[in-house]
Nanobody
Framework: QVQPVESGGGTVQPGGSLRLSCTPS????????VSWFRQVPWKEREFVAG????????EYADSVKGRFTISRDRAKNVVYLQMSSLRPEDTAVYYC????????????????????WGQGTQVTVSS
């Protein structure tokens, strides 16, 4: 069982930066794609960014391309989401999720493919 644990959320002014981290409690998730999703109360949870198990492929939602960067350190068993040029509309609870499929060859953007979810961390962008 893999239980992702997020950290690094907080409040930041528009234009600022934050870095989220995701580590697994339990066994490693080095053989799984890991993605970040976000949710606000009035919307469905949406894909933000994902990285292949090997780290060689990444995917981003159009709304964050050029501003967010996902990376992973396999030696440390951690996935990061570096968020820059933050906007008020980035305010949400951010969830880390690990793919249920062993070494999927691509990065899925579909929530249903992710069987392991963290509890979420709040990111608030406000002046």
């Amino acid at each position: 069982q893999v239980q992702p644990v997020e950290s690094g959320g907080g409040t930041v002014q528009p234009g600022g930066s934050l870095r989220l981290s995701c580590t697994p409690s339990g066994r490693t998730f080095n053989d799984a794609a890991v993605s970040w999703f976000r949710q606000v109360p009035w919307k469905e949870r949406e894909f933000v960014a994902g990285i292949k198990w090997s780290g060689e492929t990444t995917e981003y939602a159009d709304s964050v391309k050029g501003r967010f960067t996902i990376s992973r350190d396999r030696a440390k068993n951690v996935v990061y989401l570096q968020m820059s040029s933050l906007r008020p509309e980035d305010t949400a609870v951010y969830y880390c999720a690990a793919d249920s499929t062993y070494r999927r060859w691509s990065v899925s953007t579909e929530r249903a493919q992710y069987g392991y979810w963290g509890q979420g961390t709040q990111v608030t962008v406000s002046s």
